[in-house]
């Protein structure tokens, strides 16, 4: 969580300097679901992503400097510098994507754990997408085929109320995502998405349902973006956060206090782990800025044409 934090944070300044392309949505107060997540994944299990990938990628284990340079679109990067933001893919830490086509990635996680099954693995494919997501009719679609089919997918809706700049209020009198799955009969719950260790233990329980063959689950996580829709959104369509509420919902201060508390680690210990988030992040930044961008031999050498 701390180093999905402070590569974000670095991410936001970089943007301001003009050195990221294209558009970035940061995820800045959503890290524990990424975190608690994938953090009981192997990297055998796949996961799938959207427009605000940068939390998922990080905690799914993809390099920081190689996704730094992705997202300046830089030939070390990722995917060569070619995708940018919404476009990361590490496969060999099973990040298998993310897409700007909101809800696109539904139906690609059930192709993966399709392909487990037909393969006799054990393992489990993750979908994250958005409360707003979870409106478009390819949700339903895909909820249809993975409990028909018995897929071990499972569906982690990061519900932060807003789609773009409309509350959820404005889209549907559904107030929980985890209700319309309702008809289905599957396992589903809600969260706080603020909380690390109450989505550790929601999420670790449909994990080991799904290894086993139990099939699909949904999981809601009740989150809040700190920052605009998108980075540079003016974001004058909600209700700045105080301080004091903030701190009371932050998730990396409330697992750290927990942490604290029960002795799992020390002050000076915890200081020390968030310093060396932030350089860390800063070596990424340094290796990715040496990094040249794409020639355009790269870019045709990709491109098929029949
Ligand atoms: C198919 C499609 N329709 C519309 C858009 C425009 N769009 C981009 S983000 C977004 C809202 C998504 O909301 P949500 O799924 O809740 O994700 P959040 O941004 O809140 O994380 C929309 C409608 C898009 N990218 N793709
Ligand atoms: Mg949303």
Known sequence: MWRIRAFEERLAQLKRADEVPGLIHLS???EAVAAAVCGQLRDTDVVYSGHRPHGHVIAKGAALPETMAELMGRAGGLCQGLGGSMHLVDTEHGMFGA????????PLALGSALAARMRGEDAVAVV????????????AESVNIAVLWRLPVILVCENNGFAEFTPRSAHTTVERVSDLVAPWAIPAATVDGNDAEAIWAQFGEMLRRARDGGGPALLEALTHRLRGHYEGDPDRYREALSSEEWQRRDPI???QSAALARGWFGEDEAKTASDDAASTVDEAVAWARQSPPPTPELAS??????
Request: hydrophobic share 50%; aromatic share 12%; net charge neutral.
């Open 28 to 30: 800045i107060g959503g």
């Open 128 to 139: 994250f997408f958005g409360d707003g997501a979870a409106q478009s009719g390819i949700f």
């Open 253 to 255: 201060a409330r697992l």
């Open 99 to 106: 897409t700007g086509v909101v809800g696109g990635s539904l």
């Open 301 to 306: 050498s990709v491109v098929y044409a029949a």
